[in-house]
């Protein structure tokens, strides 16, 4: 039943309901018909911009659900992205494994680095363990570099790509099967947050003493974040491999993982909506300079394409300290107001 005065819950099974009301399932289906649509009408280069926001709003929700729900900060998470890449790539190109086979053995063999990795965090808290995660990044893409036998080393891993039927994949069947894949992870985060096991991070993240008191094993779950936010990781570095086809440590780098973390600060850390509108904003910003950035070339010629480089590192950061001043709360919490102001109108409060 409509009610002009907002929705209003009479159970705590309506609280939590991912789906409130039937606007919102009608919506959600305008938004999946979209996307499986879009295909039809969108140019290659649109399709492969899609694909790579799909394997990073995979990857940034696991970054989410240890950072924003559990409070662990985190830098590795592009390393672990490495280790579900490289162990997806040497299973499908040294043991011939199909990407079926080999993503969840990447994603679990990701998860238990990520809990070896998390092990410090009972000891270790804000700028310390951050610093402990940077270690992770490095020592991963040390192993990497240094077992070339393997990993082929610093001139990189040549992937199978999947294959469907013995079809090769086309631009458009890698944007299908990411968002399959984005579509299932996200709504197993979703769920995530609701379960008992997510308001034991949120626990953990308000503080974490109380939280023991209270009968929470803080770092039992400390370290199931870090697994779990290591298995998304893992998930999204076997995508991204079949993606590319050939993966090197170069296509890892640090600043991706700050950029992670810049994504959850504009959309809203311990949100699962907000984790989209960080990685849409963000990755859409990048895609705007890269077009921009010949037209800056041409008016600064003696820059050439060092223009673009600086106005998107510039960019990105001035984006971020105005978020950090104005909208701490994210995206996420601005587009709540923004619901809230409809459900409410006309009155003001």
């Not at 992937?159 to 894949?181: D, K």
């Amino acid at each position: 039943m409509w009610r002009p005065g907002g929705t209003f819950d009479t159970s705590y099974r309506e609280t939590l309901a991912i789906f409130r009301t039937r606007f919102h399932k009608f919506m959600l289906l305008l938004l999946f018909i979209l996307l499986l649509t879009t295909p039809l009408y969108a140019s290659q280069y649109f399709l492969s911009v899609l694909s790579v926001a799909f394997i990073i709003i995979i990857a940034v929700h696991g970054l989410n659900i240890l950072t924003g729900y559990t409070g662990q900060i985190s830098l590795g998470q592009v390393g672990f992205m490495a280790v579900g890449a490289y162990v997806s790539g040497i299973l499908g190109a040294r043991f011939g494994l199909p990407f079926w086979a080999s993503l969840p053995c990447a994603a679990f063999s990701t998860g238990v680095v990520g809990l070896i990795f998390g092990l410090p965090s009972l000891r270790l808290k804000g700028f310390y363990l951050a610093m402990a995660t940077l270690a992770a990044h490095f020592i991963i893409l040390w192993i990497i570099i240094h077992a070339p036998e393997f990993s082929g080393g610093v001139d990189g891993l040549i992937i199978p790509r999947l294959q469907i039927a013995g079809l090769g994949m086309t631009e458009r069947s890698l944007y299908y099967v990411n968002l399959i894949f984005v579509a299932g992870m996200t709504y197993f985060a979703r769920n995530l947050a609701r379960t008992r096991l997510g308001r034991s991070f949120v626990a953990i993240r308000d503080n974490d003493l109380a939280a023991e008191v209270m009968g929470i094993d803080v770092f039992r779950y400390k370290l199931t974040a870090f697994f779990i936010s290591a298995v998304f990781a893992g998930v999204a570095g076997s995508l991204w491999a079949n993606y590319l086809g050939l993966i090197t440590p170069e296509q890892f780098p640090l600043m991706d993982a700050i950029w992670f973390l810049g994504m959850i600060i504009v959309g809203g850390m311990g949100s699962v909506l907000g984790t989209i509108f960080g990685v849409v904003l963000l990755k859409g910003l990048s895609e705007v300079v890269i077009l921009l950035g010949p037209m800056l070339g041409s008016i600064a010629p003696a820059l050439g394409g060092r223009v673009a480089a600086a106005m998107a590192q510039i960019f990105f950061g001035v984006v971020i300290i105005v978020f950090l001043i104005f909208e701490p709360r994210g995206l996420a919490h601005r587009w709540g107001l923004l619901k809230t102001s409809f459900r409410m109108w006309p009155f003001s409060y």
